[in-house]
T-cell receptor, first 112, second 118 residues
């Protein structure tokens, strides 16, 4: 079956620090990979996606590259802001029904 | 930008009572989902719905749960007899999910309904 493993949190960084949140997956076939973000008190929002090997998804300064050889999709940002504080979820789906499998989530806190 | 809307934002109910959680998916979307997130835990798939029938469901989605699309816009999740362990955030989601590249289509989530069973 499909599974997603995320770096355990919580992660606490100072403003302008470099962020990496690791994500690895197991799946049959060729899944699409996603990062969702959940701000306090809100639902999940799509942050970025990649649909095939070597694709790089990017949005709001965040990036992640689909690495088929290492089955990874690590999230990075060069300089985090306080407003980036949220829970980040790595997810995949590869069925026509589009059911997504989520990682456990990583809580990021950025301090000024 | 179109949004998925959920009501109510918070529902408190007594154990054994029935609850209905409501969702209005994005209007041109064809697949609808319910996910659950118990406080501090992972996002769990409950059920997917397409063409007026369930297309997939998880082990969590037992006989206590049902979904319905009663009209052209609403998508509901009913829990017949709530248990304490049903307390969670319930998220509705939808996506377009059509065509050859259907697996590319991300989910669009609502803001969730926090269900508290006492």
């Amino acid at each position: 079956g499909n599974s997603v493993t995320q770096m355990e949190g919580p992660v606490t960084l100072s403003e302008e620090a470099f962020l990496t949140i690791n994500c690895t997956y197991t799946a049959t076939g060729y899944p699409s990979l996603f990062w969702y973000v959940q701000y306090p008190g809100e639902g999940l929002q799509l942050l970025l996606k990649a649909t095939k090997a070597d694709d790089k998804g990017s949005n709001k300064g965040f990036e992640a590259t689909y690495r088929k050889e290492t089955t990874s999709f690590h999230l990075e940002k060069g300089s985090v802001q306080v407003s980036d504080s949220a829970v980040y979820f790595c997810a995949l789906h590869n069925t026509n029904a589009g059911k997504s499998t989520f990682g456990d989530g990583t809580t990021l806190t950025v301090k000024p | 930008e179109p949004e998925v809307t959920q009501t109510p934002s918070h529902q408190v109910t007594q154990m054994g009572q029935e609850v209905i959680l409501r969702c209005v998916p994005i209007s041109n979307h064809l697949y609808f989902y319910w996910y659950r997130q118990i406080l501090g835990q992972k996002v769990e798939f409950l059920v997917s719905f397409y063409n007026n029938e369930i297309s997939e469901k998880s082990e969590i989605f037992d006989d206590q749960f049902s979904v319905e699309r009663p009209d052209g816009s609403n998508f509901t999740l009913k829990i017949r007899s709530t248990k304490l362990e049903d307390s969670a955030m319930y998220f509705c989601a939808s996506n377009r999910n059509t065509g050859v590249l259907s697996y590319n289509s991300p989910l669009h989530f609502g803001n969730g309904t926090r269900l508290t069973v006492t």
